[in-house]
């Protein structure tokens, strides 16, 4: 017998379909603070359904679409042989990989779990799957599912992204040593939102290598994108520019035109209503000092 929990992230309500005993239920942890009750007379934006998969299973494909080596997984994607998609989830061994299935428009979808998989790799599998299972079904919503890391300072949200390894927490934690009034909202997967003529910054169940999970938003007082240097610069960027910032941090599969689309009118709206940088920077309390002065517009700090 399956149970089904509904979750709402960033105004987005998806649900999990899991068997009743699975012990699995006790480790999702980080989805407790965006758990609901049955929403009545809503249709999520997805449904994830885990099942083991009989040990003679195999995935009819007809060919690979693409290949991703991502911060902590391992993902290819596939066409399968009735239209729909198939991603093969591993983590550093490439051939142990678990399956999800879904539909084209990424609304129905099921993880099938390998008979030797463990639960800390059962659970690995459901993060990633529910993630991109989010950022696909809400491209086309006005929403971003964005790789960066998050401090929130007077009810505004700061968004630092950035190449992997360029140290976007380290920054986060620089502010919240050095700019009173800091906290974490996420630390590796916002999401950000446009709602009318205004983007909103929220908290997910993802967040990296950090616990970090609040089910909380602040309106977005603006996005910077860091690179190391031997020195601390920050510019205003506008117009294509500031685009072209943001654009490699989204989590999302540009090749798909619906997506695509989607994608690009989001961010359309986002660089028209939110102030856009660039901080080359050292890893020290100076840079945060002046992307804080910066951002904020006033003097919050002293280098």
């Known amino acids: 017998m399956n149970s089904i929990q509904y979750y709402q992230v960033a105004g987005h309500i998806f649900r999990l379909q899991l068997p009743t005993e699975s012990p699995l239920w006790k480790k999702l942890d980080n989805y407790a603070p965006f758990s609901i009750e049955n929403p009545e007379n809503v249709e999520p934006i997805f449904t994830l359904q885990i099942t083991e998969a009989p040990t003679s299973y195999e995935p009819e494909t007809n060919k690979c679409i693409g290949e991703f080596d991502c911060d902590a997984a391992y993902l290819k994607l596939f066409e399968t042989t009735d239209g729909g998609r198939m991603f093969f989830i591993s983590q550093g061994n490439k051939e ?12 129905s979808a099921s993880l099938y779990f390998p008979a030797d998989g463990n639960e800390n790799l059962h659970i690995f599998a459901i993060n990633n799957a529910m993630m991109l299972l989010y950022a696909f079904a809400t491209a086309t919503r006005n929403t971003l599912l964005i790789h960066a890391s998050v401090i929130v300072n007077a009810r505004k949200g700061y968004v630092f992204l950035g190449r992997s390894g360029t140290g976007k927490s380290t920054h986060s934690r620089l502010w919240l040593n050095h700019v009173a009034g800091s906290s974490l909202l996420n630390d590796d997967n916002p999401v950000i939102r446009i709602i009318g003529k205004a983007a909103y910054v929220y908290g997910s169940p993802w967040s990296g290598k950090t616990p970090c999970y609040k089910n909380e938003e602040a309106s977005l007082g603006g996005i910077v994108r860091l690179s190391q240097a031997l020195r601390n610069e920050i510019t205003h960027l506008k ?10 941090s989204v989590s999302a599969m540009r090749w798909e035109r619906q997506m695509a689309d989607g994608i690009h009118a989001t961010l359309a709206a986002l660089t028209a209503c939110t102030d856009i940088y660039h901080l080359e920077c050292l890893p020290d309390k100076a840079a945060a000092c002046l992307c804080s002065d910066t951002v904020r517009k006033e003097r919050t700090c002293n280098a």
């Open 239 to 248: 117009g294509v520019t500031a685009y072209a910032a943001i654009t490699p």
């Open 96 to 107: 142990k990989a678990y399956h999800l299935y879904t539909t084209t428009d990424y609304r």
